[in-house]
């Protein structure tokens, strides 16, 4: 007897280095359903679907295909299964058509001749069933986002695929788009089709999915049907619940405000609006929480007072200085330390030692550089940092490749706290980290608090958050809808915050 | 472990590949020299006395491989901050003509004055030919592998024009005429014309490897070449450093040519180099881009070549076959190169520029 469900993953587990990105995860898929996948930026819901699509091997569990155990070892045979994967960067040639994308490595053939309008034919077929048309001999380079997303997601039927990955695919659509893919993807299920929806977007989560698992740490939270959740309930899942109390520290008299954003707007590369109307301040010994479900303008926020991205309106001054629209070199000059969330990308290299990673941002530091580098000094003092934040193994010369996660952490926090003056921002700094490192960091964010410095702290992480911060902002669709003070912060009203609703207006629809 | 240890280590591991690549590309010589039925050890003696065994041999080879090592750095600078400048050649061509020009045109100079004032305009022609390419690459994002290379020819044509026409000697040769003996590099031996270029492309390499390794400029050419994205969130200006980078780089270059003009051919002749700026490239990719290691392989370069001549003439081997084996030993050294970088880039850029940025180098090498 066939199993009711077109997939089942049970007890899978995958640990990269020290870090475990599955810990016995459990993921069940009904036939003909859209299943939602929601977590936040590393639960594991990539390697989970990676897992799935073969591009990983799991250490531990078992995956089963209606009710039959499969090992998936790559790709191929995952399309051989009948899985199809629609990432969330297209994988298309832009100056191919759709037609010839679509075949691109299954080319029918008619002796040794490429047969195009076999294809061409195909593909009108199977629009047609999907609800929309396409023209199959219309260049990719030509078809707006969505269409091109389209084209993947036949590209995966056209394969025979049953059983569809659709990766975060509303990321790069806009509102009405995003509507016509989700009436595409109900027209799926109604052919018998089995849609896994990975998103971090609640509302679309409520709006398609019969189903929702929500992974938080590489672990499953729940599996919840519809009916019995609500987006609050799911936000809370994302980002776990409230264990510690609020007690935790020192009471700091906050000084003046050092960091002051005033209506702050800025946009993409496609002239959306990712941050509207930004405004707060942070005070002398004050951590202020950017709070929010990721990709609501957090990112863009970090980039503007980085000096890494232009604000289009606004005043930021940090200092008493205006550094609206300034360099990031101007920015750092002030003395503002960086703790970013990518660390590869934005604050070690990995191909430079450890010493030389260390001397970024100080290179033109009077202590080390007089006629030439003073190596010396340089490998002093970078000694002494590693030996006081304990990065291990304690040497200068291995490659910053060769760290773990925790300790090239504890390396950029070292750097960056030496080279703050005033201002620290951190972003999600206790990501993927183990449990001591954590502690670490949120010991030596507590630690510059008390010495007076202003602290801005991005994090999707609610427990952090609320161990952390002074003042709570949360941020929804660019915007702070919300900021008060972290004191008897009711779970509900974060919840309901994060979702976008806001307060005294529950009922408000999203624009 | 002591460090000692550590930097023997190192340079262990850093001359070992390009010395494998070199040992790799003499046995496919090997092979090929019996296939055509002559004894190669009886070349490989003939090339290898030629280049580096008695004093006029040395001295040629040294005088051959000058040009190339001044090349060698002016790429290695450029790379270290990841541009890739293939323009050294049409550097060297600008360079070289305005080291002629000040040279000729200008009478009664002091001859210390002089030389400096035509390595001088020949440094700035360089760096203002370079310029060009690292600003386009900056503003619009154009490959500076491509213009730089068509620049070769804009440069190298153009300098044909202004020696066959405006500045040519009257004669038969397009040749401009000499330069005031006040603008001539210091003579080191008459038979061979070996000259105080020697000593400068030396103080060159010292300077360039000081400038990388020890200085805050060298810095960040350094970390924008090996992260653009981390050094410009830590502050430090990207696209500054990459320009200064290609205008070292190109100022290099002109010096390249100037130094050929002024030590050896004591005028401007039309197409005068036979590649010194493609030899650069290859000699510094041999190095991998350290400065003291472009000294030595410049002149294993310099060698191959002088001594190559020799092993025509004494043996029936012909010395386009060095040619061959100098294009092997790249290849060799760019396959290394190219595996490593594609394993590095391949989560991000599955068909990005690092990858094309590679192949062209390869490309080049083999078309020394």
């Not at chain 1, 590369?269 to 951590?287: H, K, M, P």
């Not at chain 2, 004894?39 to 003939?46: G, H, L, N, Q, V």
């Not at chain 2, 030919?129 to 070769?152: D, F, H, Q």
């Amino acid at each position: 007897m066939a199993s009711e469900y077109a997939l089942e993953m049970r007890g899978i587990t995958k640990v990269f280095g020290s870090v475990v990105a599955n810990e016995d995860v459990n993921f069940k898929v009904r036939r003909g359903e859209v299943h939602a996948l929601v977590g936040e930026n590393g639960a594991g819901k990539s390697t989970l679907m990676k897992i799935l699509f073969g591009l990983y091997q799991p250490d531990a569990g078992e995956v089963f295909l209606n009710g039959k155990r499969v090992v998936v070892r790559d790709p191929s045979d995952a399309i051989k299964l009948n899985i199809g994967m629609v990432h969330q960067h297209f994988m298309l040639v832009p100056s191919f058509t759709v037609a010839q994308n679509m075949i691109l490595g299954v080319e029918p053939t008619k002796g040794v001749k490429l047969d195009l309008a076999e294809a061409e034919e195909r593909i009108r077929e199977l629009s047609n069933a999907c609800g929309f048309t396409i023209d199959p001999k219309a260049r990719i380079r030509d078809c707006p986002v969505g269409v091109q997303q389209r084209v993947e997601i036949m590209k995966a039927l056209y394969r025979g695929a049953d059983l569809l990955i659709l990766d975060e695919p509303t990321s790069v659509l806009t509102p009405d788009e995003a509507e016509e893919l989700f009436e595409i993807m109900r027209t799926l299920t109604r052919q018998g089709k089995t849609i896994i929806f990975i998103t971090h977007k609640l509302r679309e989560v409520m709006a398609t999915a019969q189903h929702v698992t929500v992974l938080r740490k590489g672990r499953t939270v729940t599996t919840v049907s519809i009916d019995e959740t609500c987006e609050e309930d799911l936000a809370l899942h994302m980002v776990g619940r409230k264990v510690e109390l609020y007690s935790g520290k020192d009471s700091v008299k906050p000084g003046e405000a050092i960091v002051k954003v005033d209506n702050l707007w800025a946009a993409d590369q496609y002239g959306r609006w990712r941050l509207r109307d930004i405004g707060f301040q942070v005070r002398a010994g004050e951590i202020v929480g950017i709070a929010g479900v990721a990709g609501n303008g957090q990112d863009e926020l970090v980039d503007v007072l980085m000096g890494l991205k232009k604000p289009s309106r606004g005043r930021i001054q940090i200092d008493g200085q205006d550094v609206t629209g300034k360099t990031s070199n101007v920015v750092r000059s002030l003395g503002v330390g960086y703790i970013p969330e990518d660390r590869y990308e934005r604050s070690m290299i990995r191909d430079a030692s450890v010493a030389e990673n260390m001397l970024l941002g100080f290179e033109h530091d009077e202590r080390f550089n007089g006629f030439g580098l003073k190596l010396d000094t340089i490998r002093k003092w970078a000694d002494e940092l590693v030996h006081e934040f304990d990065v291990q193994p304690p040497l200068l010369d291995i490659p910053a490749r060769s760290l773990s996660g925790g300790n090239a952490q504890r390396a950029v926090m070292a750097r960056e706290f030496a080279l703050s003056k005033r201002v620290i921002i951190a972003c999600q700094p206790s990501h993927g980290l183990d449990i001591g490192s954590i502690d670490f960091v949120h010991k030596q964010l507590l630690d510059r608090r008390r010495k007076g410095y202003a602290i801005i702290l991005i994090s999707s992480d609610l427990e952090e958050m609320l161990y952390l911060a002074d003042t709570i902002a949360v941020m929804y669709k660019g915007e702070i809808i919300s900021s008060f003070p972290n004191r008897d912060v009711d779970e509900k009203r974060m919840g309901l915050l994060m979702a976008g609703v806001r307060d005294a207006e529950p009922e408000e629809e999203a624009r | 472990m002591t460090q000692q240890d550590n930097v023997w280590r190192r340079i262990a591991a850093g001359i070992g590949r390009p010395l494998l690549a070199i040992a790799l590309a003499l046995l496919i010589g090997l092979v090929i020299i019996s296939i055509a039925g002559e004894d190669p050890i009886e070349s490989y003696r003939a090339l290898i006395g030629g280049a580096f065994v008695g004093r006029s041999n040395i001295e040629n080879t040294l005088v051959r491989s000058i040009p190339v090592i001044a090349s060698g750095l002016a790429v290695a600078v450029a790379f270290a901050c990841g541009m890739f400048n293939m323009g050294v050649e049409g550097q060297l061509y600008l360079g070289a003509f305005a080291a002629a020009w000040i040279g000729f045109s200008i009478k009664g100079v002091p001859p210390l004055l002089h030389v400096l004032l035509a390595i001088g305009l020949s440094a700035a022609v360089g760096a203002a030919w370079a310029y060009l390419p690292a600003i386009a690459r900056i503003k619009w994002g154009t490959s500076e592998i491509v213009t730089t290379m068509m620049l070769n020819y804009v440069a190298q044509y153009f300098t044909s024009y202004l020696v066959s026409f405006p500045f040519k000697e009257p004669g038969d040769l397009q040749q401009t005429p000499a330069i005031f003996s006040s603008a001539e590099l210091y003579e080191l031996s008459a038979a061979s014309r070996l000259h105080l270029g020697l000593l400068l492309v030396v103080v060159f390499a010292v300077i360039i490897a000081f400038l990388l390794k020890r200085t805050a400029l060298g810095y960040e050419i350094r970390m924008t070449g090996l992260s653009p994205s981390v050094s410009r969130a830590s502050g430090i200006s990207t696209d500054r450093t990459a320009i200064r980078a290609m205008l070292i780089s190109g100022a290099i270059g002109g010096i390249a040519g100037a130094i050929e003009i002024l030590g050896v051919h004591h005028r401007f002749i039309n197409n005068f180099s036979p590649g010194y700026g493609w030899d650069g490239l290859a000699v510094s990719l041999l190095a991998k881009g350290n400065p003291i290691g472009i000294l030595l392989s410049g002149i294993f370069y310099g060698g191959l070549q002088s001594g190559a001549n020799i092993m025509e003439f004494a043996t029936d081997v012909p010395k386009q076959l060095i040619d061959s084996l100098r294009a092997i030993i790249i290849l060799f050294v760019a396959a290394d190169f190219t595996g490593l970088k594609l394993l590095r880039a391949k989560p991000k850029l599955p068909r990005g520029g690092g990858k094309s940025g590679c192949k062209e180098v390869k490309t080049c090498g083999r078309s020394v």
